[in-house]
T-cell receptor, first 114, second 114 residues
Framework: DAMVIQNPRYQVTQFGKPVTLSCSQTLNHNVMYWYQQKSSQAPKLLFHYYDKDFNNEADTPDNFQSRRPNTSFCFLDIRSPGLGDAAMYLC?????????????FGDGTRLSIL | TQLLEQSPQFLSIQEGENLTVYCNSSSVFSSLQWYRQEPGEGPVLLVTVVTGGEVKKLKRLTFQFGDARKDSSLHITAAQPGDTGLYLCAGGRDGGTSYGKLTFGQGTILTVHP
């Protein structure tokens, strides 16, 4: 089945040690999103790609970076994770940016910081 | 900032009871999407409503979009333990800085006890 796959499902890293989370999609969607979600709260958008066009949210810390080398893959890099970055990270895709388009979410990567 | 106020934040009910979750805003949305998220998984789309006054039914779930497209509700009839989860409303806007992004409500954590 076409889907959004996130790896790994669980990631443990040390304080300050860079970490990369990955997302792949078989939907051939143009838009890919990265969200941060803490303890049953609403997802918070970090940034999104429309094709190769990167769109950062104004309040996303510089510590968070992203790469989209091709349509299918997108990566979230956290350069120096702090304790406050422990969260579930969700990747989502959308066919385009039309407001009626649904977003398709992966099952997330739960990041823990030691 | 276009806010979506979702209420209640927590709902704990017995199996067989009815419930309603509300999403309200002072802004007009082009669409209102409802997602359900279970622990350890990503949100899954339940429904998208796009027309003012629209009502959609999904088995025991009834979704309504307000006439002015500023509010929406989710009504569950005869709730079952399998309905337990985090319910998220999300609004999409056509144009402006929010184009291509969803504005999420705060979420409603529903627990249905057997």
């Amino acid at each position: 089945d076409a889907m959004v796959i996130q790896n790994p499902r669980y990631q443990v890293t040390q304080f300050g040690k860079p970490v990369t989370l990955s997302c792949s999609q078989t939907l051939n969607h143009n838009v890919m999103y990265w969200y941060q979600q803490k303890s049953s709260q609403a997802p918070k958008l970090l940034f999104h790609y429309y094709d190769k066009d990167f769109n950062n949210e104004a309040d996303t810390p510089d510590n968070f970076q992203s790469r989209r080398p091709n349509t299918s893959f997108c990566f979230l890099d956290i350069r120096s994770p702090g304790l406050g970055d422990a969260a579930m990270y969700l990747c989502a895709t959308s066919r385009d940016r039309h407001p009626n388009q649904p977003q398709h979410f992966g099952d997330g990567t739960r990041l823990s910081i030691l | 900032t276009q806010l979506l106020e979702q209420s209640p934040q927590f709902l704990s009910i017995q199996e067989g009871e009815n419930l309603t979750v509300y999403c309200n805003s002072s802004s007009v949305f082009s669409s209102l999407q409802w997602y359900r998220q279970e622990p350890g998984e990503g949100p899954v789309l339940l429904v998208t409503v796009v027309t003012g006054g629209e009502v959609k039914k999904l088995k025991r779930l009834t979704f309504q979009f307000g006439d002015a497209r500023k509010d929406s509700s989710l009504h569950i009839t005869a709730a079952q333990p399998g309905d337990t989860g985090l319910y998220l409303c999300a609004g999409g806007r056509d144009g402006g800085t929010s184009y291509g992004k969803l504005t999420f409500g705060q979420g409603t954590i529903l627990t249905v006890h057997p």
